[in-house]
């Protein structure tokens, strides 16, 4: 019987994409779990530190509903321990295998992220550690701020390539403001 592949990052191939003012990179597929739920924000950060999962950022993902994201990979014990502790209030399912996270940063990030969503990106409106689900053009993804001018979007893994190739245009001419690209590719790893 043949060996089964190994599961491959969807954007493993894409190099970081940064110019003046932007940086698009994708994200380490870690971890990426959605509750849902009767239960708070709050709750679910208690949740995860009595159950050992460190480094997550809980972000609101729709009506009792929220995305646990991080860059490290859990393991199927500590989902079922949090899925334990929530037992009774809210369910939770690995949503890892089939999402992906783009980051997007810089001064003209949310300029960038304007061209292909409805959502108003303005501090004032959108402050760090604020997310919706929205879309971006035609690709359902949740966005979320999570510094003062950096994003991270959340997509079904059949839509990374397409959306991570649509931000790099976009990010080709925000970057440059004539059009024309002054985006540089670097290398993974630097």
Known sequence: MPDLPEKRSVLADKAISQGPGIRLEALPEGHLLQVMGATTTEGLEAHLSAAGIKDS????AGYRQWFIAGNDMLSKALIQDLSNALAGSAFVSDQSHGRVRIGVSGPLAAQLLSKGTAVDLHPSAFPEGHAAVTLFG???????????????LVVLRSFAQSLYEELEVLAAIAGSGTGQSDVTLVEKGR
């Open 57 to 60: 950022a809980v972000r609101p």
């Open 138 to 152: 035609h690709i359902s993804v949740q966005v979320a701020r999570t510094g003062a001018c950096d994003f991270e």
